[in-house]
């Protein structure tokens, strides 16, 4: 069964430095979403991507956070200058279409660590 | 905006005895309802998802989950728990237009005591 993939699976760093966290959608699906889930907490939306463009953000995803899909397989989350508060585990996922009724299909996590 | 509350933070359920774990929405319109569940070191896992016609949906692994809209509620529920369904479950709402992201409630932690 076709499966989204994520790498790595954790990634310490420190304050300031600039992390990249992959995912490999599955791959017939267009659409592209980061989450992320702060220990303890809600997993959160971060952005959707179709078309190579952002579809939509919320709030959490300001201008330290970038997103790319550099070829026909990788799609990235970039953190520029990471802060303590970046901490969390970060969900990669993927649908065929980008309806609301449609499915998500979710990566294992990046478990990010921020000292 | 859109809110999912689960107000159940942990249950503890015996193997073999029934399960139901709430989902309350806000939400004005029809929402796509999700349940997820999500083992550690995996990733979320689709037990089931409801957006249209019987509201009585069947999901993977004998879960099943009732959409009832005077309630604002999604629940979900299992007749005879296994021990290899402990783990955390989430509820999600998508909506109509605007954009497809999905917003959680907090999860549910299930233990299953042998």
């Known amino acids: 069964e076709p499966e989204v993939t994520q790498t790595p699976s954790h990634q310490v760093t420190q304050m300031g430095q600039e992390v990249i966290l992959r995912c490999v959608p599955i791959?017939?699906?267009?659409?592209f979403y980061w989450y992320r889930q702060i220990l303890g907490q809600k997993v959160e939306f971060l952005v959707s991507?179709?078309?190579?463009?952002?579809?939509?953000k919320s709030e959490i995803f300001d201008d330290q956070f970038s997103v790319e899909r550099p070829d026909g397989s990788n799609f990235t989350l970039k953190i520029r200058s990471t802060k303590l508060e970046d901490s969390a585990m970060y969900f990669c996922?993927?649908?065929?279409?980008?309806?609301?009724?449609?499915?998500?299909?979710f990566g294992p996590g990046t478990r990010l660590t921020v000292l | 905006a859109q809110s999912v509350t689960q107000p159940d933070i942990h249950i503890t359920v015996s193997e073999g005895a029934s399960l139901e774990l709430r989902c309350n929405y806000s939400?004005?319109?029809?929402?796509?309802l999700f349940w997820y569940v999500q083992s550690p070191g995996q990733g979320l896992q689709l037990l089931l998802k409801?957006?249209?016609?019987?509201?009585l949906v069947q999901g993977i692994k004998g879960f099943e989950a009732e959409f009832k809209r005077s309630q604002s509620s999604f629940n979900l529920r299992k007749p005879s728990v296994h021990w290899s369904d402990a783990a955390e479950y989430f509820c999600?709402?998508?909506?109509?237009?605007?954009?497809?992201?999905?917003?959680f409630g907090t999860g549910t932690q299930l233990k299953v005591e042998l």
């Open positions: 996922a993927s649908s065929e279409r980008g309806r609301g009724a449609d499915t998500q299909y």
């Open positions: 791959s017939n699906h267009l659409y």
């Open positions: 991507f179709y078309n190579n463009e952002i579809s939509e």
């Open positions: 939400y004005g319109a029809t929402p796509y």
């Open positions: 409801y957006f249209s016609g019987d509201t």
């Open positions: 999600a709402v998508g909506f109509t237009g605007g954009g497809n992201k999905l917003t």
